[in-house]
């Protein structure tokens, strides 16, 4: 999906490395100059600042007033790594791949009956994720026995508690794309809940 930040007149706006096939442990905060420059740092270290003298000491210029001691310099290069592959690809190709991959998951899904599917059903507004519980199973167990069948998903209230108790389930099962996933993993994933049952 394409962001502009300055058309959303964001303040901040945050996004991590392993979302887009970067390392784990490294992203990126975009800060609007102006709250930047009204914001004292919470934390120190080399390079943030300017000048110090007995009394007091003077910030370094933006960004690096916010970006004390060494930075994590590998993770940094990998995400870097990561955004161009990605640009060679093409953003608006990347998109047009998910969306079909989550067109193909919604339409397969909604054909099991024992499949709740939660969200929008608009591939074009949803993005690379589908969440979904299979009825009288546990999100983790669903999760458990795909994993037997060689199928990675994630399981779990997903960092949105709040979320979750609004849905009224202990959480969700999410499958999520990338790039690199084929459609016949989609169907590979929808067969096994097919047979989900045979796997108890």
Request: charged letters at 20%; one cysteine or more; aromatic letters at 8%.
């Given at each position: 999906?394409?962001?502009?930040v300055?058309?959303?007149?964001?303040?901040f706006?945050?996004?991590?490395?392993?979302?887009?096939l970067?390392?784990?442990g490294v992203g990126?905060?975009?800060?609007?100059r102006?709250v930047?420059?009204?914001?004292?740092?919470?934390?120190?270290?080399?390079e943030?600042i300017?000048?110090?003298?007995?009394?007091?000491?003077?910030?370094?210029?933006?960004?690096?007033?916010?970006?004390p001691?060494t930075?994590?310099?590998?993770?940094?290069?990998?995400?870097?790594?990561?955004?161009?592959?990605?640009?060679?690809?093409?953003?608006?190709?990347?998109?047009?791949?998910?969306?079909?991959?989550?067109?193909?998951?919604?339409?397969?899904?909604?054909?099991?009956?024992?499949?709740?599917?939660?969200?929008p059903?608009?591939?074009?507004?949803?993005?690379?994720?589908?969440?979904?519980?299979?009825?009288?199973l546990?999100?983790?167990?669903?999760?458990?026995?795909?994993?037997?069948?060689?199928?990675?998903?994630?399981?779990?209230?997903?960092?949105a508690?709040?979320?979750?108790?609004?849905?009224?389930?202990v959480?969700?099962?999410?499958a999520?794309?990338?790039?690199?996933t084929?459609?016949?993993e989609?169907?590979?994933?929808?067969?096994?809940?097919?047979?989900l049952?045979?796997?108890?």
């Amino acid at each position: 999906m394409p962001v502009n930040v300055q058309r959303l007149g964001a303040d901040f706006y945050a996004f991590s490395g392993h979302k887009m096939l970067g390392p784990t442990g490294v992203g990126v905060l975009y800060g609007r100059r102006a709250v930047l420059e009204r914001l004292e740092p919470a934390w120190g270290g080399g390079e943030m600042i300017k000048e110090v003298w007995i009394d007091h000491a003077q910030w370094n210029d933006l960004p690096w007033r916010f970006e004390p001691g060494t930075p994590p310099i590998a993770p940094i290069v990998g995400l870097g790594a990561a955004v161009e592959y990605l640009s060679e690809v093409g953003m608006e190709a990347v998109g047009a791949h998910e969306q079909a991959l989550c067109r193909l998951t919604l339409e397969l899904l909604a054909k099991n009956d024992d499949v709740i599917i939660y969200g929008p059903r608009n591939p074009e507004i949803k993005g690379a994720v589908v969440a979904f519980n299979v009825r009288g199973l546990h999100p983790h167990d669903v999760a458990h026995l795909l994993d037997q069948e060689g199928i990675a998903v994630r399981a779990g209230h997903h960092c949105a508690m709040p979320l979750m108790r609004r849905l009224g389930v202990v959480g969700t099962v999410r499958a999520s794309f990338s790039v690199h996933t084929i459609p016949g993993e989609i169907e590979f994933l929808t067969k096994a809940l097919s047979n989900l049952n045979l796997m108890l």
